[in-house]
């Protein structure tokens, strides 16, 4: 079976190895002229961005590059990369990276053109209208993990410093219009990161198939993603050059993404605090607290867990089977069992709390979260308790 295909769901997706060489035909599409290629500090240490601004160039559309993005964006970043588009005349944005950096692509492509503060856009309620569709520059996405999805996204998440809480933007106009995921990006991650990335895909497609309500075609991505995970992540970690586990991991993530259009849940509600107090890698975390979150929502997810259990192929067809599946699969790529190996404690456990519950994510989890649940989960994943 070969690995390359056209979609056109969530937005059009180019898929396949070596398909970054497209990126000019992608620009073309957007109507980019003058692209500004938004990544992170990383990525600019690396022979990739060299490869793709050459091909820029060669294509007569050279792009000036701006990488002031820290692993968990803040507003600042935003700002410094708005100031940048508008100082080089720019019509457009490339977000090359990971989900940080395409994140903060697609919040500065949309902040361009706005008059009102980044937080007014807040995904609450019908926000999102507030803001002005003629000024949101287009987006061309070109992923270097297979974790977030945020390549097919129609949001960013934009850490707030003065409350240490992680907020999402959202329009429906920062979707990109191009996403090109060429699995041949993703070969230089190293083994901690493919685990982390691979964990936040699996994260998305499990707390999407978890979440209450109706949306068939949402679980039916999500449990074809999670049978991609199980077979591919490990793959993946144990040997990095091996590109169709690479390739089955970037479709994970672009399916996790697709999939929580349904809803995500205390996976994430309890990482979102987590990460902005301590700074800690987003899908690992995710990775730490999934057991602890399977075990409190357990009574609501047991007959979901039977079908997925039989749909992975699990000796155990059922709630157990499933734990056990992801114990196994966290020990051998590599996910510590408890937070303290991120050095978290529980000197601000009552914060953490009072955030998770008024996280966004937190009104999909199958099981109302309140404080005392948060709590519950906390502590679980600080002992180990599954």
Same mark, same amino acid.
């Given at each position: 079976?070969?690995?390359?295909?056209?979609?056109? &769901?969530?937005?059009?997706?180019?898929?396949?190895?070596?398909?970054?060489?497209?990126?000019?035909?992608?620009?073309?599409?957007?109507?980019?002229?003058?692209?500004? %290629?938004?990544?992170?500090?990383? !990525?600019?240490?690396? =022979?990739?961005?060299?490869?793709?601004?050459?091909?820029?160039?060669?294509?007569?559309?050279?792009?000036?590059?701006?990488?002031?993005?820290?692993?968990?964006?803040?507003?600042?970043?935003?700002?410094?990369?708005?100031?940048? &588009?508008?100082?080089?005349?720019?019509?457009?944005?490339?977000?090359?990276?990971?989900?940080?950096?395409?994140?903060?692509?697609?919040?500065?492509? *949309?902040?361009?053109?706005?008059?009102? =503060?980044?937080?007014?856009?807040?995904?609450?309620?019908?926000?999102?209208?507030?803001?002005?569709?003629?000024?949101?520059?287009?987006?061309?996405?070109?992923?270097?993990?297979?974790?977030?999805?945020?390549?097919?996204?129609?949001?960013?998440?934009?850490?707030?410093?003065?409350?240490?809480?992680?907020?999402?933007?959202?329009?429906?106009?920062?979707?990109?219009?191009?996403?090109?995921?060429?699995?041949?990006?993703?070969?230089?991650?190293?083994?901690? %990161?493919?685990?982390?990335?691979?964990?936040?895909?699996?994260?998305?497609? *499990?707390?999407?198939?978890?979440?209450?309500?109706?949306?068939?075609?949402?679980?039916? !991505?999500?449990?074809?993603?999670?049978?991609?995970?199980?077979? *591919?992540? =490990?793959?993946?970690?144990?040997?990095?050059?091996? !590109?169709?586990?690479?390739?089955?991991?970037?479709?994970?993530?672009?399916?996790?993404?697709?999939?929580?259009?349904?809803?995500?849940?205390?996976?994430?509600?309890?990482?979102?605090?987590?990460?902005?107090?301590?700074?800690?890698?987003?899908?690992?975390?995710?990775?730490?607290?999934?057991?602890?979150?399977?075990?409190?929502?357990?009574?609501?997810?047991?007959?979901?867990?039977?079908?997925?259990?039989?749909?992975?192929?699990?000796?155990?067809?059922? &709630?157990?089977?499933?734990?056990?599946?992801?114990?196994? %699969?966290?020990?051998? !790529?590599?996910?510590?069992?408890?937070?303290?190996?991120?050095?978290?404690?529980?000197?601000?456990?009552?914060?953490?709390?009072?955030?998770?519950?008024?996280? =966004?994510?937190?009104?999909?989890?199958?099981?109302?979260?309140?404080?005392?649940?948060?709590?519950?989960? *906390?502590?679980?994943?600080?002992?180990?308790?599954?």
């Amino acid at each position: 079976m070969t690995l390359r295909a056209n979609w056109n &769901y969530p937005t059009a997706v180019r898929f396949g190895a070596g398909r970054v060489a497209e990126l000019p035909d992608a620009l073309a599409i957007a109507g980019i002229e003058r692209p500004l %290629l938004v990544t992170d500090p990383g !990525i600019t240490k690396l =022979p990739m961005l060299d490869a793709v601004l050459t091909i820029l160039k060669e294509a007569g559309k050279p792009a000036a590059v701006f990488s002031d993005v820290k692993p968990n964006p803040i507003e600042s970043n935003v700002a410094a990369g708005v100031a940048a &588009y508008k100082a080089g005349g720019h019509d457009g944005v490339v977000a090359l990276g990971g989900g940080s950096a395409l994140d903060a692509g697609k919040v500065v492509a *949309f902040m361009t053109g706005q008059k009102r =503060p980044m937080w007014d856009f807040e995904d609450i309620g019908d926000w999102w209208t507030r803001a002005d569709p003629a000024g949101i520059a287009p987006v061309i996405a070109v992923p270097t993990t297979a974790g977030t999805g945020s390549e097919v996204g129609r949001a960013g998440v934009i850490t707030n410093e003065k409350t240490h809480t992680k907020k999402v933007i959202f329009h429906p106009k920062m979707m990109p219009v191009v996403t090109i995921c060429d699995p041949e990006l993703t070969l230089g991650l190293p083994p901690f %990161l493919t685990a982390g990335t691979g964990m936040d895909a699996l994260a998305h497609c *499990f707390e999407a198939y978890c979440a209450p309500g109706y949306h068939p075609m949402a679980e039916g !991505i999500a449990v074809e993603g999670m049978r991609l995970v199980k077979d *591919f992540l =490990p793959r993946a970690v144990r040997d990095g050059s091996d !590109i169709e586990a690479r390739a089955h991991m970037m479709s994970a993530a672009a399916m996790g993404a697709t999939a929580f259009q349904k809803g995500l849940g205390a996976i994430h509600a309890m990482s979102h605090p987590v990460g902005a107090l301590y700074d800690t890698h987003h899908g690992m975390t995710n990775a730490v607290f999934m057991p602890y979150v399977m075990a409190f929502n357990r009574k609501a997810i047991s007959d979901k867990m039977e079908r997925l259990a039989a749909w992975l192929g699990l000796k155990k067809r059922n &709630y157990k089977g499933v734990l056990h599946w992801v114990l196994e %699969l966290r020990e051998e !790529i590599g996910v510590p069992h408890t937070l303290e190996a991120f050095k978290v404690d529980d000197g601000r456990l009552d914060q953490i709390a009072r955030m998770a519950v008024v996280d =966004p994510t937190a009104g999909g989890n199958p099981v109302k979260l309140t404080k005392g649940g948060a709590k519950k989960i *906390f502590r679980h994943a600080l002992e180990g308790k599954v």
